[in-house]
Nanobody, 117 residues
Framework: QVQLVESGGGLVQPGGSLRLSCAAS????????INWYRQAPGKQRELVAF?????????DYADSVKGRFTISRDNAKNTVYLQMNSLKPEDTAVYFC?????????WGQGTQVTVSS
């Protein structure tokens, strides 16, 4: 059974940092691309960053977070991280990790990130 569990969200002041974690289980973690999405109130869910399998070390980011966010993975721990620096109020959202396994999308429960003074 595929499971994704996000953690690390919270309240942070503008300019601050947070590191989100996505712990995965139930599939062969190291061969799958993992995505981070976010959804702000009243807005559509948007792709923030993705990281390819350990074979293809590709990663990319939404323009809005390039240079501020870094995605990484630890295959020994079946975990993907999203390091978020220089946070802005517009980064406030629920952040979800996601994986497609055999054509089916799996989502975690999300973790709330609030950037406010």
């Amino acid at each position: 059974q595929v499971q994704l569990v996000e953690s690390g969200g919270g309240l942070v002041q503008p300019g601050g940092s947070l590191r989100l974690s996505c712990a995965a289980s139930g599939f062969t973690f190291n061969i799958y691309t993992i995505n981070w999405y976010r959804q702000a109130p009243g807005k559509q869910r948007e792709l923030v960053a993705f990281i390819g399998s350990s074979i293809y070390t590709i990663r990319d980011y939404a323009d809005s977070v390039k240079g501020r966010f870094t995605i990484s993975r630890d295959n020994a721990k079946n975990t993907v991280y999203l390091q978020m620096n220089s946070l802005k109020p517009e980064d406030t959202a629920v952040y979800f990790c996601n994986v497609y396994v055999q054509g089916r999308a799996y989502w975690g429960q999300g973790t709330q990130v609030t950037v406010s003074s």
